[in-house]
């Protein structure tokens, strides 16, 4: 049965391998802006993986415009998240103080004095997280930028001449997205022809690395990196939403256009399979600054009120770093480690459970 509902089944050994040794890796916008979630060592270490990837790297035009549309925005939102914590912090220290004028029992001075330092300790912290993790040139991203810098270097002469947006392709677009053929379809709210962009990056994807050199069975592998974890990307468990893999549907004509074996990974995911593949020392990448925002906030409050935080000041440049020497014995015993088991979560995204 495998042969015939092949877009239902996860990659087997032999497409991982023939993935990570061979295919094209595409990238979209959402993966590119994920670099500035960042922190400056994974940062680095993603950099150096991609040079290793150079050959094979291609990025839609589409995708390219998308990500120095919104570069700037992600950029400041990264900087002014210090900001917001900061005002968190006043806010609280005005609830305490406020919630203490009137109270018979608790001796006030004393513990505004306790929150007070503890406050002032953690707001010290921020600024020289600040100050220390946060290069000149992304604090002043108009003027310079080194993820921008790395990422026009690795993508030299490996962006798509993009599609000719004419009347038939926002037909057929505007029909797809009527029939809920995925991708882009979740995006119809928004703006036209805006709201077709993942539509454009899909067909341009197929057009380019389908009529590349094929293997020997005539087609030729992507792994395409992306951020999205929406449902007209992802077939996704009903119960607890849980993403399994690529729609069977984008398999199914991802396969028809030439295009085999397909695959979605998530940034962190890619960096951690291929990586592997490469023989690299095991790491993975920590979690993206924008996610479980509030979460973080409030256990980073909740432990500088329990004890001061250990002030250290980052050490890392911007996009700089020693690439991860090799194990000895070549790749790890997770170096295949692309689909994971059958219809397992592998898109390393930050609605994923950790086990």
Known sequence: MRSAMREWYPLDAQERD???????????????????????????????LLDAFK??????????????????????????????????????????????????????????REISDRLTALERYLQEQHDSMHPEDLRDPIHGDGVLDA?????????????????????????????????????????????????FVWREMLAHVGGNDANSEGTHGVIMVTEETKGDWWLKETTR??????RPELVREASEAGVSPFWLMSLRRFFTAAASH????????????SAREEDTDRQLVRQTLSEEPNIEEGSASALTGNRPEPRHGGASDGAND?????????HGSPNEEDS
């Open 151 to 199: 990422l026009t270097e690795l993508f030299e002469g490996r962006v798509g001449a993009g599609l000719v947006i004419d009347d038939e392709i926002l037909k057929v677009a505007e029909d797809r997205f009527t029939r809920k053929v995925p991708p882009g379809y979740e995006d119809a709210k928004k703006p036209k022809p805006e709201c077709y962009g993942d539509y």
């Open 241 to 246: 939403q849980q993403l399994v893999g690529p």
């Open 55 to 112: 050959e094979r790297l291609w990025l839609p035009r589409q995708a390219a415009e998308e990500y120095h549309r919104n570069r700037l925005q992600v950029v400041y939102e990264q900087l002014d998240a210090y900001n917001d914590i900061a005002k968190r912090v006043q806010a609280l220290r005005n609830q305490v103080v406020e919630s203490l004028r009137a109270h018979p029992v608790l001796t006030q001075e004393h513990i505004r």
């Open 278 to 289: 490469l023989g690299w020392e095991r790491v993975e990448l920590g979690e993206f600054s």
């Open 18 to 48: 023939l993935l990570l040794s061979t295919g094209t890796v595409v990238f979209d916008a959402s993966s590119l802006l994920a670099l500035y979630r960042l922190s400056l060592e994974d940062r680095a270490r993603v950099v150096d």
């Open 338 to 346: 692309v689909g994971g088991r059958p219809y397992s979560v592998d």
